[in-house]
């Protein structure tokens, strides 16, 4: 993929125009019961290809498997986990569950499908379109058919002239950078997760409230004769019923609010997130993996060498003799080739990084979305509270009797 500056290294693109790429919906289906087990099933619904295809989490499994062998040195998401389980979950507990890895595989997929190189790979579209019954079949055909990115790629062998002199430098300076965001965005995460969640406690709490209201103006039992004198309960019990509607409202709306803080705050801040994480992944399989069998391939080298310097001095069979110096060449196309893999990585890991970067546009956004959040929630509860004041005045009124008559001192 060249740019329009004519360096396929700059494919660093604004984040509107990743986002613009494609938006895939992920919905829960009616879950079909077995004999001893029940599946979860999706529809996934992609805007750029315009169709809907029915997916487990089974065959977004064998996609993240698959991308990870076909684009190793890319930024592949993680996938939320399988559920491991520990005792009996609850309903509630098990929705939760569920509703969190749709949620999470929502992401994956909208990262995978915005994504420069993977959006327009087969396995992508496969996984997008296919409407057979064994899409993991088919995913594997693909990959077969393909192999890893490295071997494909028309300028992976030149890798190496495209890279800045300081490539390690920059590569060690983002990493920090990236780090450090991460750390800092993981925070602000758990505090509008506890905002998100205290949304859906008030509106508990004001639900049960209004409960209570409409308890005690319900309450049937008969005043007793020792409070006649100058009692008006029964007309406070009215008011009290009528104050139980409102905080029924009061309570819908703080629940809506959490729902708000969910989807545009919290969702904002995971896809940033596991942007992110995928980022720091790649970073760890750069330099444990490709780095790290470089290095154990010359250090098997350097013994070969070595083995073949002993066979000078002291002669041995000659058959002995050509097999070493044919393990040698071997040994030598090898590192050869972890070495083009080396620099592809690298060539990758600067592509990745331009991405990264321009997928730290959403912070911006993110911010603007707890803040417009919170002015339309304070605003709306404000409204219902003040719908409440004349009737908090009518409460008052209905009262007044309640008091006992002033002492003459007589």
Known sequence: MESAQGSPLVVAQSVAQLLERDTVQVELIPEKKGLFLKHVEYQITSQRFKISVYRRYNDFDVLHEILLQRFAYRTVPALPPKRKLKGVLTSLSEREFIEGRRRALRRFINIVARHPFFSEDELVKTFLTFNG??????????????????????????????????????????????????????????????????????????QMFGKELSTMGSEA???????????????????????????ALLADKAAEQGRREEDEVLEKLDLFLDVL???????????????????????????????????????????????????????????????LRNYFSLFCLHQETQLVFAYLQIAPHILEALVRSQILAHREMGELWTILQPKMSHLLESSKSDSPPPHTGQ
Not at 228 to 243: A, D, F, I, N, Y
């Open 133 to 206: 019954s064994d899409v993991q079949s088919k995913l594997r055909e693909a990959y077969k058919e393909t192999g890893d990115e490295f071997m494909t790629n028309r300028i992976a062998t030149q890798a190496k002239d495209f890279l800045p002199l300081d490539v390690q430098g920059l590569f060690a300076s983002s990493r920090e950078l990236i780090r450090n965001i991460f750390s800092s965005f993981h925070k602000l995460r758990a505090r509008v997760g506890r905002m998100s969640e205290r949304s859906k406690e008030t509106s508990t709490d004001l």
């Open 221 to 247: 039992s008969p005043v007793p004769a020792l409070a006649l004198g100058h009692c008006t309960w029964g007309t406070v019990q009215q008011s009290l019923k009528g104050l139980s509607g409102a905080f």
């Open 277 to 339: 994480q995928s980022y720091k992944n790649l970073c760890e399989r750069h330099e444990k993996g490709i780095l790290h069998e470089h290095q154990r391939a010359l250090q098997k080298y350097s013994l070969m060498k070595k083995q073949s310097m002993s066979s000078v001095t002291q002669p041995k069979e000659q058959a002995a003799v050509e097999q070493l110096e044919s393990r040698i060449v071997q040994q030598e196309n090898a590192i050869q080739t972890m070495e």
